[in-house]
Every structure is written in C-alpha cells, then in structure tokens.
C-alpha cells in the first residue's frame, strides 16, 4: 500500500512539473512574440525604412533580422547606427525588458527621450550621438543602475545635466559633446567607476564641484578615471587644489581639458601628481606664475591665452617680477623649518639604511623570509632581495592596467623587467592557486616572439612578476612618444615588427592547446628588444588576474579603447557569446589596429580629441570618393618603394 501512495506522489508530482514547464514554455512563447510583435511596430512608427525591411520577413525567426541581437531567444541588444532613420523614437523601444545595448547614432532621428527610457532597468550601453534629439536629458536615467556608457554627444540637447546621473555607480563613460546643455555641474559625484567624462562645447557655467572628481579629494575614490574633458563651457572659478595627504601618486590621468572656459586664479602646482600627458589651461583667466614643473617642453602650449600668466624665462610667456610677494616671502620665513626637516629625514634615511645592511649582512646565507615566495621558471642567479632592492621610484619605467613596471639591473649586466601588482586577488585560496595555475601555464611557453616570464614572486599583499627585460621599449613608445628629430622605425623596421608580432599571435591561438587569448593586444604591449625584434607581452595576463566573485565572462572583459571591435568596444558582445571565440577574434582585431598604426602614425584611440578612433577614421578616409592611400600614410614611411607593401598591410 506504501508504494502505491508512493508511485501516486511521483506521478502527481510528475504532473505538476510538466504543467510548470508548459506554463513556462507558453510564457516564454508570449514573451517572444510580444517583442517580434514589438519589433515590427518600431519599424512601422518609423515610416517602415528600407534600411530595416523586416516586415517582409515576418516568417523568419526575428532573432535572424538586421540589427537585432539576442540571447536565448530574447532581445537584447539593437545596433541599428546609420540606417536613415528619421522620425523620433517610438516609445516601443522602451518595451523591451531585457535589452543591455542600443545603437541608434549616426541617424538623423529628431524628437525628444521619452520619459521611458528610464524603465530599461537592464540597460548598460546606450549610444544615441550624432542625431538631432532635442530637448532635456530625463531625470528617468538615474534610474538606469546598470548603465555602463552614455553617449548623448552631437545632438540638440539643452537643459541641465540630471544630478543624479552623477549617482550612477556603475557608469564608466559619459559622453555629452557638442550639445547645448547649460546650468552648473551639481553633485554630489558618486560615479566612482567613471574613466571617462566629456562634457566639452556646451554651455554649462559656474564653478568646477569640490567634490567633482578633478582636482579636489573625491578624485582620490574616483581610481578609474583616466580623461576629463570640461573644455568650450563656461565655467568659472579657481581649479581647485590637490590635498597632498590624500593624494595616490599611483593614479594618473592621461587628458585634463579645461580649455576655453573662464576659469581664473592661479594654476595649482599639484596637479603635476596627476601625471598628465595632455593638460590644456589655455584660453582662461588663470593668473599668477606658471609653477616651475610645467615650465618644461611637453607644457609650453598647455597655458596659451592666459594674459595674466607669467613664468621664468620660458616659452613665450611674459617675465615674472623678480621681486618676492607676500607668498614668497612666507616661503622664506618657512625655510628654516623646511632644512631642519630635511636634515632630520636625512637622519633618519641613513639609519634606516645602516639597519637595513646590518639585517641584511646576518640573513645573507640565509633563506627569504618565509612570506615571500619565489617561484622560478628558468635557471636564475639572483634571489628575492635582489628584486627587493629594485623596487624603487629610480627604477620605475611604466604604469599600466594591471600594475607598476621596475627595471631592474642586477649583476653580470643582467636586467630584467619586474611588474608589481597590487592585491587585486582578494584572500580566496581557490583563486589563488588559479593564479598560480595560470602563471604556471605562462611562465612555461618559449617563444622568439613572446616576452618570456622568468618567474614571480608572491606575498598576501602582491604579485612580483619577473619578465626579460626589453631594451628598446614599446612599439607605442617609438610610433607616437619620439619627437621627428630623433630616429623613427622605417617601413622595413615596422614590416619586420608586424611579421614578429603576427608570429607570437598565432602561436598562443593555433599552437596551443587550449588555445590562450590576450585579451589586450595594443601597441604599447608589442616590446623590441635590442636589435628590433618584437615580442608580446601580458600574454594570458587577464585571465591570471580575475578577482573574486567575477565569473568567466567578467574577466574576460578586457582591452583598451581604439583596440576594439565595434561591439566589444564596450564589452557587450562579450556578454550572450562565445567567450574563448569572441575572444581570439577580438585579438585579431586588435592586431588589426595596431597595424593601422604601423602604416599611418596615428594614435589608435584618435588624433582629434573626438571619439573617433584609428579604425573609424580609415574606414571613413576609405570611403571617401577622392581617397588617395598616399595621403594617410606616415609622413616617415612615404617612399614609392615601399608603396605596395604598405597598401597591402593598409587594406
């Protein structure tokens, strides 16, 4: 009788799970055709383009049609840039629940953003430049807690920018050129994960937030951000200064553009620890000297238009009065103080270096410390406080993504190349023997075209990874940081590097097993070495470096700007594919630009400030009626006999 009972429960509960699958199955059904449904009256609302056509597929799978993108069958992405839309956007785009991507730029689409935007709660990338929407942002955005990237830039905006869009703690890039926004930039700033802000060529007025990311304290949080843009505005006040007590001289920020506002007061001598490689101040009322570490070359054209700035005999820029004012002249009353301190940090120095050689002289023959842990992959003859010692700011030569670059010469000529990482690998025992994995895995490829790993050392708190050292540095360093009067790499040079660096791709993608991606393959990861030979470097290094709780997918989440597909630019495609396929092929992409870069000399990420980047620019340079190949080479490089292999690597 019990396993009657029994085979009755089974076959009830048999029941009630086969009925919850149809259910679902029949939901799934409704939800499916609804946003087929969905997709036709977008297309209807838009007066049926040509450059759609799908209702007169209707009988095909609406995953299949022309700019639409799915994910198990739902939609989640629409990359429909430059299809001659026209009209304003239908409110049905808004019905889609589960889209993360739209693309609607280069159209001419009019009208204003519905209010529903805002409900598209799984949004995170939205490019909706170069139209003609009118009116304000809506405040709805802040609703958008997922958004990664909002390019808003070249349409007919106005309006404040929506505080809260400030607030959104996810987003990473903010684009809003060439629009006619207005009012001031309220805070508070919370976008900590912000790399890029560009707000030029508006109208905002007022004064730069204190807790706006730039100058004051909350940049500090704000570790990411790598280009500021605040340039063609009308904003007003003093830059503010850095707090030197909560600066990180590990940050840096590669664009600061205040250009051409009405900015005034004295330029802050703290912003040299920002680092920048491009700062423009011109065209302000900025007033004052130019602090003594921007009179330098790389500055001269950084303060242009500034009638109020005076400097010591540099560039053309007005004399300053010899004679102290009252700051000066605090600065003398302060001296006395200023030389006890050195001479009392002098003390302390030298005793810190006796102490040091005394430790040093009795553990000699001894073995490190137990919390450093040296792991060697090739026959070395140094030990780990050799590469200790090393670790100084002499010694530093690079900053990258995943970490500080030291050279280091040791003994017998011997140099290498150390990279220190931080702890990004949280205390996870699993991760940290994955890393160890991966390193391993790294650390045993030999390749002529791959930068070898020597070994690495590793701690609780960070990750000493030991390479060969490169003495001619990065292709990037050669195509874009040398001036035109030192040596430039010649056509057969830079043919020879692309054939190197093609080498060392294909062997980690078709002579491994599992094949191994790069992840970010840019100019400045192909490094020469003293006769001009490339190699790669931080091959697989993505990988080894996933930080707990990031699946797969997260981590494979990598690459830099200018050096990516048109959809992995921001990473979506990366989410519903293939991740070791998307992968591989976004190398080759990659690859792609770098030798765009070869053949013109331009930047991967873009000459003018914009956003266009190598790849749009030639395509776009390619497709113009009057195209001469001639004209978009490397001045360097423009010699009829070198033409034809030139034009090969171009096309």
């Known amino acids: 009788m019990a396993s009657l009972y029994l085979v009755r429960g089974i076959l009830m509960l048999t029941l009630v799970l086969l009925n919850i699958h149809i259910l679902k199955s029949n939901c799934e059904s409704i939800t499916r055709d609804s946003e087929k449904a969905a997709l036709l009256k977008l297309e209807q609302d838009w007066g049926k383009p040509a450059a759609l056509?799908?209702?007169?597929?209707?009988n095909t799978d609406h995953c299949d049609w022309s700019g639409v993108i799915c994910t198990d069958g739902f939609v989640t992405g629409l990359s429909l840039a430059g299809r001659d839309l026209y009209k304003p956007i239908p409110k049905a785009i808004c019905s889609f629940k589960n889209l993360f991507y739209i693309d609607l730029s280069k159209n001419q689409i009019s009208g204003r953003m519905h209010p529903q935007f805002g409900?598209?709660?799984?949004?995170?990338?939205?490019?909706?430049?170069?139209m003609n929407i009118v009116g304000e942002i809506p405040d709805t955005m802040s609703q958008l807690s997922q958004l990664r990237l909002l390019d808003l830039s070249s349409n007919r905006l106005n309006g404040m920018?929506?505080?809260?869009?400030?607030?959104?703690?996810?987003?990473?890039?903010l684009y809003l050129v060439n629009n006619s926004l207005c009012g001031h930039i309220s805070g508070p700033i919370e976008a900590m994960s912000l790399t890029e802000i560009n707000v030029s060529n508006n109208l905002l007025t007022g004064r730069i937030p204190e807790d706006f990311g730039l100058l004051p304290s909350r940049i500090?949080?704000?570790?990411?951000?790598?280009?500021?843009?605040?340039?063609?505005?009308?904003?007003?006040?003093?830059?503010p200064n850095i707090p030197l007590d909560t600066v990180d001289l590990s940050m840096a920020i590669d664009t600061i553009d205040l250009s051409e506002n009405h900015l005034s007061g004295p330029i802050p001598a703290s912003l040299i620890y920002l680092r920048p490689t491009l700062l423009n101040l011109s065209n302000n009322q900025l007033t004052g000297h130019i602090p003594p570490v921007f009179q330098i070359n790389e500055f001269e054209q950084s303060f242009l238009s500034n009638p109020g700035l005076c400097s010591y005999n540099f560039g053309n820029y007005p004399m300053c009065s010899t004679q102290p004012g009252p700051e000066e002249q605090d600065k003398h009353l302060k001296r006395p103080i200023i030389i006890f301190l050195i001479l009392g940090s002098t003390m302390l120095v030298f005793t810190g270096i006796f102490c040091f050689i005394k430790i040093r002289s009795r553990k000699k023959h001894?073995?490190?410390?137990?919390?450093?842990?040296?792991?060697?992959?090739?026959?070395?003859?140094?030990?780990?406080?050799?590469?200790?010692c090393g670790l100084t700011n002499n010694n530093l030569v690079g900053r990258g993504g995943s970490g500080k670059v030291y050279k280091i010469c040791l003994g017998n000529n011997c140099k290498i190349a150390v990279k220190k990482i931080g702890n990004g690998l949280k205390k996870d025992g699993m991760l940290e023997k994955q890393f160890q994995a991966e390193i391993g895995t790294l650390g045993s490829i030999r390749h002529a075209?791959?930068?070898k790993l020597l070994g690495f050392i590793s701690t609780s708190e960070s990750k000493l990874l030991i390479y060969?050292?490169?003495?001619?540095?990065?292709?990037?360093?050669?195509?874009?940081?040398?001036?035109?009067?030192?040596e430039q790499l010649n056509w057969p040079m830079r043919m020879s590097i692309a054939i190197d660096a093609a080498k060392g791709l294909s062997y980690m993608h078709h002579d491994l097993c599992p094949p191994i991606a790069h992840r970010d393959v840019k100019s400045s990861n192909i490094l020469l070495d003293l006769e001009f030979k490339a190699k790669i470097a931080d091959f697989g290094l993505a990988r080894a470096l996933v930080k707990a709780g990031e699946p797969e997918s997260i981590s494979a989440m990598v690459g830099s700007f200018g050096y990516m597909a048109p959809g992995d630019e921001s990473h979506y495609l990366l989410e519903f594919a293939s991740i070791r396929k998307i992968n591989l092929?976004?190398?080759?992409?990659?690859?792609?630009?770098?030798?765009?870069?070869?053949?013109t000399g331009r930047r991967a990420t873009g000459e003018d400030g914009g956003h266009e980047n190598l790849a749009q620019w030639a395509w776009r340079q390619f497709q113009e009626d009057n195209f001469q190949l001639m004209d978009v080479i490397d001045e360097n490089i423009r010699d009829a006999s070198n033409f034809r292999e030139v034009q090969l690597v171009f096309s």
């Open 220 to 239: 500090w949080y704000m570790q990411y951000l790598k280009k500021l843009d605040l340039r063609k505005n009308n904003l007003s006040g003093e830059i």
């Open 366 to 388: 001894e073995a490190p410390s137990p919390q450093w842990k040296l792991t060697t992959f090739q026959p070395i003859s140094y030990n780990v406080e050799d590469i200790l």
């Open 161 to 173: 920018i929506p505080s809260r869009v400030w607030r959104l703690r996810s987003l990473e890039m």
């Open 449 to 451: 075209n791959i930068v």
């Open 468 to 486: 060969e050292y490169m003495e001619h540095g990065s292709l990037y360093d050669w195509l874009h940081q040398r001036d035109l009067t030192t």
């Open 119 to 130: 409900n598209l709660s799984n949004i995170k990338y939205l490019w909706m430049n170069n």
């Open 585 to 599: 092929k976004a190398d080759v992409y990659s690859f792609g630009v770098v030798l765009l870069e070869l053949t």
């Open 53 to 58: 056509n799908w209702s007169s597929i209707t």
